[in-house]
């Protein structure tokens, strides 16, 4: 059986509900001898208002940050690469985006409480 890789955009998703959430890998690198994985991961967080969304955007941060303590045999350190930047839609509609480094190690049968 071949290793599986935690779905780390799906895990923020899940723990990080009730927001207007977007999560998407935009790079990453594979190290010590593809044991673990680092992924860039943009998160980019939507309101009516851009007040809303800034404040969400530190609130999804805040959240994603925690997984290391609150999932540490999934996500091994998370570090804050961009802080959250003002960058509406191109219809103008608010939005903030973040960038975030999460480090993982392969594992079995890896399953997220729903």
Request: avoid cysteine.
């Amino acid at each position: 059986m071949a290793e599986a890789w935690p779905d780390v955009e799906a895990l923020i998703v899940q723990q990080v509900a009730g927001y207007d959430l977007t999560v998407q890998a935009v790079g990453g690198t594979a190290g010590q001898a593809h044991a673990q994985a680092t992924h860039l991961l943009q998160l980019d967080v939507r309101a009516a208002s851009k007040a809303r969304a800034r404040a969400d955007a530190y609130s999804v941060l805040d959240a994603v940050l925690a997984l290391q303590r609150s999932h540490p045999a999934t996500v091994g350190k998370v570090t804050a690469t961009q802080l959250p930047t003002w960058l509406p839609e191109p219809d103008g509609e608010p939005r903030y985006v973040a960038t975030v480094t999460a480090t993982n190690r392969t594992t079995r049968d890896v399953t997220y409480p729903t």
